[in-house]
């Protein structure tokens, strides 16, 4: 009888997992097909080197660059505010926080990722943007600032919560080691344990990135929807992901070379993540071995 019952919860676990490998594989499917039949009526030199995205326009052109570079712009912003940030607070709940302060503040930390993307966009639109205005009077109401500011909002739980479980995984060993050396804490936890935690602390940030990259709704509403090809924060711009979504609202004919886009623009952001979790994979292996 426990036979039977170790053969069936195998069983279950390897169904699942052909599960998940076979929707992956349906999506790239999906993707693939639908992105060929726009290559062949697109060139691919055209749709990675022309500077301009009208699809939906009278005159058409269908360089995914005004889109990538709007995507990459808020990602950037969304990092550059949420690893330093996130960091900081992973290294104090690790080191400095009393275990009963760590144990309330972990939890309310990780629920900044179950608040809906909506609210967030709408937080940006309307509380983050007129803030920012005061500071930056040309500021535009739709613009990549302040969208990436509450993206990284958003990501710091990944960060936070993913370092501190790596920070917290370093051997006491190594932290007594530094101390009996005349360390203080504040050397011992960026000179001994950020590098031993590196690896776990790479992947954190690299997954957050992916989930900056993937985000739809927070650069829907606040980011605008004008593709450009500018590196300016306060202008708008349009991401991949707001593209799809505002294609997908059901003015575009389904079939049409213009509907056929979002596959294009599809699979170009499924490119760009499925190498993020590669390089991801790899640095963690890398940096694992490397302190082992």
């Known amino acids: 009888m426990k036979r039977i019952k170790e053969v069936a919860i195998e069983k279950t676990l390897l169904v699942s997992a052909l599960v998940t490998i076979a929707v992956t594989l349906g999506i790239i499917l999906v993707l693939s097909i639908e992105a060929f039949n726009f290559f062949r009526e697109v060139p691919i030199i055209d749709f990675i080197t022309d500077t301009q995205w009208t699809p939906l326009f009278t005159e058409k052109h269908f360089g995914i660059l005004p889109l990538l570079s709007g995507t990459l712009l808020t990602s950037f912003i969304a990092i550059a505010f949420a690893v330093p940030v996130g960091l900081s ?44 205005q005061t500071f930056i009077p040309g500021l535009s109401g739709f613009n990549s600032l302040s969208a990436g500011l509450v993206m990284g909002i958003m990501i710091i739980p990944f960060i936070s919560s993913l370092s501190e479980d790596a920070l917290h995984a370093v051997p006491n060993s190594l932290r007594e080691a530094s101390y009996g050396m005349g360390s203080t804490r504040l050397q011992t936890a960026f000179k001994v344990l950020v590098p031993a935690a590196s690896s776990g602390i790479i992947v954190s940030i690299i997954l957050a990135i992916s989930r900056a990259i993937g985000e739809t709704m927070i650069v829907a509403i606040a980011a605008g929807q004008q593709p450009r090809l500018t590196l300016d924060p306060t202008v708008p711009v349009e991401t991949i992901t707001a593209y799809i979504v505002q294609v997908s609202l059901g003015d575009v004919g389904h079939g049409t070379l213009e509907y056929q886009t979002i596959f294009a623009a599809g699979i170009t952001l499924f490119i760009f993540t499925f190498l993020l979790n590669t390089l991801s994979y790899r640095l963690r292996k890398k940096f694992a071995e490397k302190y082992e």
Request: net charge positive; hydrophobic share 50%; aromatic share 16%.
């Open 89 to 132: 607070i992973s290294i104090y709940i690790s080191e400095y926080a009393p275990k009963s302060f760590r144990k309330t503040i972990k939890p309310a930390l990780e629920l900044l990722a179950a608040v809906p993307t909506v609210v967030y966009g709408f937080f940006a639109l309307t509380v983050v943007t007129p803030f920012l």
